[in-house]
């Protein structure tokens, strides 16, 4: 059972005082009186994921989570901290939001309160559907009432709010019923619309979709226009805005699924509606540590911990610029596992990466079918990172992008990887020129699989290929150690010889005059004298070392 938003909040609301409020008259009623949670005094505070039990349509993509941020938006994909001045159909901005009044708030030293509630209590379900759609059908079964009350500036050099500080309050209401969404924003006394200790950076209200998928700017954003918000309607009360915002055309959504994926039913679920974090969006930038109960073993080494960098899933010293994807050709001893090793920059044209560790069992269940390889195994532990429409570095919105999935599954002992590949735009990033490479490496430098086009522009057909049966994706088991050097893409469910679909790339072979041995080069010019396992032989057609008949 999901915890209810209350209970989020528990520990952090222990000490909130409970004040008597009096909303003006086209308010939601809101406070701790009717049972509202309340973020904790903060300049650059956010909630936790808000689960939704009714989708919200927004401009096509389902949205099945909330945040409610100090800054006086609600956003769709994690917490938006700063403070968001720049208009909402700027073509840099791809971030889904709600905002009734995006402004530099700073709730601390106890002035200003940020409540907020899901509810599907049936006089508010009513009430918004009448606020929303009076005179037709429309039925509200869920409502999302968030309330800045009496919020006011950041106080340069850490000063203290006088009493004559002026103040902002004004709410968001969110109303769906699963298919149509609305979003009605109520404003109340607006006393300031920028920060005093600043040039003038002026709030701004509206809604922006996923991706630039739709946006809504009321027409005084951005200028000193807005203080007369409270005045001023498009529904015939004053102080009060309502707009649609599901879209012209409605999707069909995947269940819990925060956004809209239907390009890629192979995938595993992914997005702000299953409770994924998401990466931070900076060049190279990683995660932190991510601890994990379950160890997983890559080549008969165990890890306990994992980082997910923008471009890849691997150890925390791997640098892109410095080691670029070199690592394939030569021994080293950073452990990877990567699904499209690339140049990628998502801040470049709003693509996020998600990642999360998960035990849910309908996730256990479907791993464990997906890797049925007879030896009776069962997932115990699933870690999921998404790469959701991310281009390369130097990109723009109209450069193309790539959708693309690793899970990494384990039962503490057995350990399996699954690439899975929606719509790749692009194999080769336009600064260092280097095709992309995908696949996974142990420490000894010797184990490791290699996707088929890895290193060439054939990578970028990955999406139309398989080593299972299913279009754009590829599995292997990784946690064995007793792979031989002649086998450079290894699968512990395989013994030599190797399957066609695993066969190394021909550059990196050349014949030996010794039949039992093999020329295996790197590239530069560096190649070395290998042998083949005992009792086999060299396949110069097959490139792999396989017993002969006989």
């Keep these: 059972m999901r915890p209810s938003i209350q209970a989020i909040y528990a520990v952090l609301c222990m000490t909130s005082w409970v004040q008597s409020i009096t909303e003006p008259s086209h308010f939601y009623p809101y406070g701790p009186e009717v049972g509202d949670a309340e973020l904790p005094p903060s ?66 030293r106890n002035h200003g309160r940020v409540y907020f509630r899901a509810t599907t209590d049936n006089a508010t379900l009513q009430r918004a559907s009448s606020d929303v759609s009076s005179g037709t059908d429309f039925a509200a079964t869920l409502v999302v009432i968030t309330t800045w009350h009496d919020v006011t500036f950041k106080i340069r050099f850490y000063g203290t709010p006088r009493s004559g500080t002026p103040t902002n309050t004004f709410q968001s209401v969110l109303v769906t019923d699963g298919s149509k969404s609305f979003v009605i924003f109520n404003y109340g006394d607006i006393n300031w619309i920028y920060p005093t200790y600043s040039r003038p950076k002026v709030s701004m209200a509206g809604v922006k979709g996923f991706d630039g998928t739709g946006y809504i700017s009321i027409p005084e954003s951005g200028s000193n226009a807005i203080a007369g918000l409270s005045t001023s309607t498009n529904v015939g009360t004053p102080g009060r805005r309502v707009y649609r915002v599901d879209g012209d055309t409605l999707p069909t959504c995947h269940e819990n699924l925060g956004i809209n994926m239907a390009e890629s039913t192979h995938f595993y679920p992914y997005g702000s509606g299953v409770g994924d974090s998401i990466g931070e969006k ?140 929606g719509n790749l735009g692009w194999s080769t990033d336009t600064e260092y020129r280097i095709d992309a490479v995908a696949g996974t490496l142990g420490e000894d430098g010797i184990n490791k699989v290699i996707i088929p086009g890895s290193g060439t522009p054939e990578i970028i057909n990955a999406s139309k290929t398989t080593n299972d049966g299913i279009t754009g994706r590829w599995h292997y088991r990784v946690d064995c150690s007793d792979a031989t050097d002649c086998i450079v893409s290894y699968d512990c469910g395989e013994r030599c010889p190797c399957t066609a679909s695993n066969r190394a790339l021909n550059k990196y072979f050349f014949v030996h005059h010794d039949p039992t041995k093999y020329v295996r080069c790197a590239g530069f010019g560096r190649c070395w004298v290998r042998p083949c396992p005992p009792g086999t032989v060299f396949n110069k057609k097959a490139l792999v070392c396989s017993f002969t008949r006989g």
């Design 43 to 108: 300049e650059y505070g956010g909630s936790p994921t808000i689960p939704l039990p009714t989708q919200f349509v927004l401009f096509g993509a389902c949205m099945n989570a909330v945040w409610v941020n100090t800054k006086g938006v609600i956003s769709f994909d994690g917490q938006i901290r700063y403070y968001l001045f720049m208009p909402l159909d700027a073509e840099y901005f791809h971030r889904p939001v709600i905002a009734p009044l995006a402004c530099d708030v700073d709730t601390t």
């Design 282 to 421: 900076q060049h190279e930038d990683a995660t932190g540590k991510i601890p994990i109960s379950t160890s997983f073993v890559l080549y008969g080494t165990s890890f306990n911990d994992l980082w997910v960098r923008t471009f890849a899933l691997l150890d925390e010293e791997y640098n892109y610029d410095k080691d670029g994807t070199s690592f394939f050709d030569e021994k080293t001893n950073l452990p990877i596992l990567v699904a499209f090793l690339s140049n990628i920059e998502p801040k470049a044209n709003g693509g996020l990466v998600f990642f999360r560790v998960t035990t849910e069992q309908d996730i256990l269940d479907r791993a464990t079918r997906d890797l049925d390889d007879g030896t009776g195994f069962i997932a115990t532990w699933v870690f999921i990172a998404t790469w959701h429409q991310v281009t390369y570095h130097n990109g723009n919105t109209t450069t193309p992008t790539n959708t693309f999935q690793l899970v990494l599954v384990s039962n503490g002992t057995q350990s399996y990887v699954i690439f899975n590949y």
